[in-house]
């Protein structure tokens, strides 16, 4: 039994933090606290209907109703963060502000009106997150170590797919599969509930046929499910599973209540299981999605996950604020890295190098960038993805690289970090950032420093492995007052290094305000013989 003097320096020691998610069809929040070891336990989790969705996935704009309903839902939430006094937040936006033209207006109008800073994230964001919540909930019976295993979540705006191969994360897509998006583009909301649902599954069919050319969906033999409506069918058909963080729902059965539900109308659906009319408005397209992947697939059973983007959202600040990161998550992003660097076709053994050796010189300097270990993951994609513009042109590859790395999707990685990594790439050679360059300008103050501070560190791991024939692997770094001497162990000759580093050297010296030097590590002198002489 834990007695409350044990708990009241633990909770002393916590930090309130929240995640708010704004969707396509409600704004809801999750209010955590979390302790110095990453530990959290949830405080609060509010959930409030505003049909963003319907506005986007019709017209293409949010409504001036839809803003002001929105901001009003925000304003409250914002009472309550002060309420907890909340300092660390993170609020983000999916599909329904994404697509729609106006939606800087809208994160204007939440920042003047409430000062929460709202990102729009994009799909691969979402299915990240989505991930980390599902893999801190499974229970280890599933088998998922062994099979491979479909992650769908289908939402308002989109369905999100994830499969995972022996557990690690092998593809993700999204699909223009969300249940309003659905409703909207069919008009399907005033049909009879046997055409509505005939109309859904020949639109669905016809998107799933397509994706199973670039996803092997017939190898898949766990399926799992998450979102609010995978809840709905766990709670009436679902068994729970010795752990009891997940529910199982034979095929046969989920089926059975597909049929069931399909056969009324929202008004009907509401009133028959007690739900609200939001709710019972994306029930019908939702499981009829979630049916269609099921039968695309090996798996027997529908396994859904109570977790939902929210809790990813939380584990990151739980993260954050224990200094920690997940390395299954940044696993997944070396591997998006790494084929996109296949793709290109970069020189991976120089590659593989230059990123070996800037994490290095960072865990070495840590005391003088005091950036945090999110920055070093994003160094080592910056590595391994600098030369990615050589498949371009080997003229001005630098440029090229930022190009390409800008527009294209790093898993796990959100769209600010994709772009710190493309500068990072772009002044790997040649000129440092100037006030001219507008992607370096357009970055905040704060963030601009970080693509400076990484990118420095690469120009020099880039001129350390000058030869491309990775001599220097391993090095030993010695601070002198305003010098660094790198120390290379098992090297004689070092020249063309020196050589590199005087060209490159110079962004690192301006940044740290410390003048490198390169140097043959010498073997330490043999001991003189202490016996006699003979």
């Known amino acids: 039994m834990t007695t409350t003097a044990s708990v009241e320096p633990a909770a002393s020691q916590a930090k309130a933090v929240a995640a708010i998610d704004i969707g396509a069809n409600g704004i809801r929040m999750v209010i955590a606290q979390v302790f110095p070891d990453g530990r959290f336990e949830q405080l609060e989790q509010l959930q409030?209907?505003?049909?963003?969705?319907?506005?986007?996935?019709?017209?293409?704009?949010?409504?001036?109703?839809?803003?002001?309903?929105?901001?009003?839902?925000?304003?409250?939430?914002?009472?309550?963060?002060?309420?907890?006094?909340?300092?660390?937040t993170r609020t983000v936006a999916t599909s329904a502000v994404r697509e729609a033209v106006n939606a800087d207006a809208f994160l204007?109008?939440?920042?003047?009106?409430?000062?929460?800073?709202?990102?729009?994230?994009?799909?691969?964001?979402?299915?990240?997150?989505?991930?980390?919540?599902?893999?801190?909930?499974?229970?280890?019976?599933?088998?998922?170590?062994?099979?491979?295993?479909?992650?769908?979540?289908?939402?308002?705006?989109?369905?999100?797919?994830?499969?995972?191969?022996?557990?690690?994360?092998?593809?993700?897509?999204?699909?223009?599969?969300?249940?309003?998006?659905?409703?909207?583009?069919?008009?399907?909301?005033?049909?009879?509930?046997?055409?509505?649902?005939?109309?859904?599954?020949?639109?669905?069919?016809?998107?799933?046929?397509?994706?199973?050319?670039?996803?092997?969906?017939?190898?898949?033999?766990?399926?799992?499910?998450?979102?609010?409506?995978?809840?709905?069918?766990?709670?009436?058909?679902?068994?729970?599973?010795?752990?009891?963080?997940?529910?199982?729902v034979p095929r046969a059965e989920f089926d059975k209540l597909v049929e069931r539900c399909t056969v009324h109308t929202t008004e009907e659906l509401a009133k028959?299981?007690?739900?609200?009319?939001?709710?019972?408005?994306?029930?019908?397209?939702?499981?009829?999605?979630?049916?269609?992947?099921?039968?695309?697939?090996?798996?027997?059973?529908?396994?859904?996950?109570?977790?939902?983007m929210r809790d990813g959202l939380v584990m990151d600040l739980a993260n954050q604020v224990a200094g920690k990161e997940d390395a299954a998550q940044s696993e997944a992003v070396l591997q998006s890295a790494t084929a996109i660097a296949e793709k290109y076709r970069v020189d991976f053994n120089h590659a593989r190098n230059v990123a070996h050796l800037a994490v290095q010189l960072f865990d070495k300097l840590q005391a003088e960038h005091g950036l945090r270990p999110r920055h070093r993951l994003l160094l080592r994609v910056a590595g391994l993805l600098h030369e990615v513009g050589g498949f371009v042109s080997s003229r001005a590859h630098h440029k090229h690289s930022y190009y390409l790395l800008a527009n294209s999707e790093i898993f796990g990685l959100t769209r600010e970090e994709i772009l710190i990594v493309?500068?990072?790439?772009?002044?790997?050679?040649?000129?440092?950032?100037?006030?001219?360059?507008?992607?370096?300008?357009?970055?905040?103050?704060?963030?601009?420093?970080?693509?400076?501070?990484?990118?420095?560190?690469?120009?020099?791991?880039?001129?350390?492995?000058?030869?491309?024939?990775?001599?220097?692997?391993?090095i030993?770094?010695?601070?002198?007052?305003?010098?660094?001497?790198?120390?290379?162990?098992?090297?004689?000759?070092?020249?063309?290094?020196?050589?590199?580093?005087?060209?490159?050297?110079?962004?690192?010296?301006?940044?740290?305000?410390?003048?490198?030097?390169v140097e043959e590590e010498q073997p330490a002198p043999r001991a003189a013989p202490t016996g006699p002489i003979r």
């Not at 001036?64 to 909340?86: C, G, W």
């Open 48 to 88: 409030r209907a505003v049909r963003l969705g319907q506005d986007t996935f019709r017209r293409g704009r949010l409504s001036a109703e839809s803003l002001r309903a929105a901001v009003a839902i925000l304003r409250d939430y914002r009472k309550m963060l002060d309420l907890y006094n909340v300092k660390l």
């Open 108 to 248: 204007d109008r939440v920042l003047m009106a409430t000062g929460l800073e709202v990102s729009i994230i994009e799909t691969s964001e979402e299915s990240r997150l989505t991930v980390s919540a599902v893999r801190s909930g499974l229970d280890l019976p599933l088998g998922i170590e062994r099979s491979d295993a479909l992650i769908a979540e289908v939402g308002g705006g989109s369905t999100l797919l994830t499969i995972l191969h022996h557990g690690e994360i092998a593809a993700s897509q999204s699909l223009r599969l969300g249940s309003i998006r659905l409703q909207e583009m069919l008009a399907t909301t005033y049909e009879p509930p046997a055409r509505s649902a005939e109309l859904l599954r020949h639109q669905i069919a016809n998107v799933v046929s397509v994706i199973q050319s670039s996803l092997p969906l017939k190898k898949i033999r766990v399926f799992i499910a998450v979102g609010g409506d995978a809840r709905f069918a766990a709670g009436l058909v679902g068994k729970p599973t010795a752990g009891g963080q997940l529910h199982l």
């Open 272 to 308: 028959r299981y007690g739900l609200s009319f939001s709710e019972a408005e994306t029930l019908n397209p939702a499981l009829l999605v979630y049916q269609a992947l099921l039968h695309a697939t090996r798996a027997r059973e529908l396994v859904i996950s109570h977790v939902s």
């Open 422 to 474: 493309a500068l990072a790439a772009r002044y790997h050679r040649r000129s440092s950032p100037k006030p001219a360059h507008l992607e370096y300008m357009a970055l905040p103050r704060e963030t601009r420093m970080v693509v400076s501070k990484l990118a420095a560190l690469l120009r020099v791991a880039d001129a350390l492995d000058r030869g491309h024939a990775q001599q220097v692997s391993e």
């Open 476 to 517: 030993h770094c010695e601070r002198r007052e305003d010098e660094l001497f790198i120390n290379v162990p098992g090297v004689s000759d070092l020249t063309l290094e020196r050589r590199a580093l005087a060209v490159k050297a110079d962004l690192f010296e301006e940044i740290y305000g410390l003048k490198i030097h």
